[in-house]
T-cell receptor
Framework: DTGVSQNPRHKITKRGQNVTFRCDPI?????LYWYRQTLGQGPEFLTY????????KSRLLSDRFSAERPKGSFSTLEIQRTEQGDSAMYLC??????????????FGPGTRLLVL | GDSVTQMEGPVTLSEEAFLTINCTYT??????LFWYVQYPGEGLQLLLK?????DKGSNKGFEATYRKETTSFHLEKGSVQVSDSAVYFC?????????????FGKGTKLSVIP
């Protein structure tokens, strides 16, 4: 299977702990995105990479959040000093950067975070 | 800013019933429009898309037509099955340089009963 993969699928942590999630995009995709989805809501954009460069960050991405994409391959999203409000599904997506209207983002299965 | 409004759920239908899920949008540019589906416990899967006015996207018996005059992209299926039970999200990607993110509606949960 060559889809987007995310690990772990589930994470339970205590408030104040740090957590890190990993995303492996589809291999030929140079663009990678992170979204957050809370219960009963649609996904909300967090940040975007083109190759290894982080080009856009949402105001939702507080200074406790950091994302990296070393070498333009996999990406990690770290949350420091977690809060209960961080509990959500974190979705990763990737796309081929065609710059055309047909460009489509393909999503991974998500990492569900629960902060106790 | 951009926004997507979907009809409130949940929607419960009997098998073989006709489905319509309404979606309207507001965008600053000329967006591409998408429907994604999320089955229980899974991530989002692209269902269909349309990139310009009057385009019709279709897949697995689902259809949606890009209506610029009414800023709408309603999802339809002539005969739903139990396996269509899922949450459906309407989304847009705006045009213009630097427009990379998808803007989603809140989702509409569909339950199909035998």
């Amino acid at each position: 299977d060559t889809g987007v993969s995310q690990n772990p699928r589930h994470k339970i942590t205590k408030r104040g702990q740090n957590v890190t999630f990993r995303c492996d995009p589809i291999s030929e995709h140079n663009r990678l995105y992170w979204y957050r989805q809370t219960l009963g809501q649609g996904p909300e954009f967090l940040t975007y990479f083109q190759n290894e460069a982080q080009l856009e960050k949402s105001r939702l991405l507080s200074d406790r959040f950091s994302a990296e994409r070393p070498k333009g391959s996999f990406s990690t999203l770290e949350i420091q000093r977690t809060e209960q409000g961080d509990s959500a599904m974190y979705l990763c997506a990737s796309s081929v950067g065609t710059g055309t209207p047909q460009e489509t983002q393909y999503f991974g299965p998500g990492t569900r975070l629960l902060v106790l | 800013g951009d926004s997507v409004t979907q009809m409130e759920g949940p929607v419960t239908l009997s098998e073989e019933a006709f489905l319509t899920i309404n979606c309207t949008y507001t965008a600053t540019g000329y967006p591409s429009l998408f429907w994604y589906v999320q089955y229980p416990g899974e991530g989002l899967q692209l269902l269909l898309k349309a990139t310009k006015a009057d385009d019709k996207g279709s897949n697995k018996g689902f259809e949606a037509t890009y209506r610029k005059e009414t800023t709408s992209f309603h999802l339809e299926k002539g005969s739903v099955q139990v396996s269509d039970s899922a949450v459906y999200f309407c989304a847009l990607k705006d045009s213009g340089a630097g427009s990379y993110q998808l803007t989603f509606g809140k989702g509409t949960k569909l339950s199909v009963i035998p």
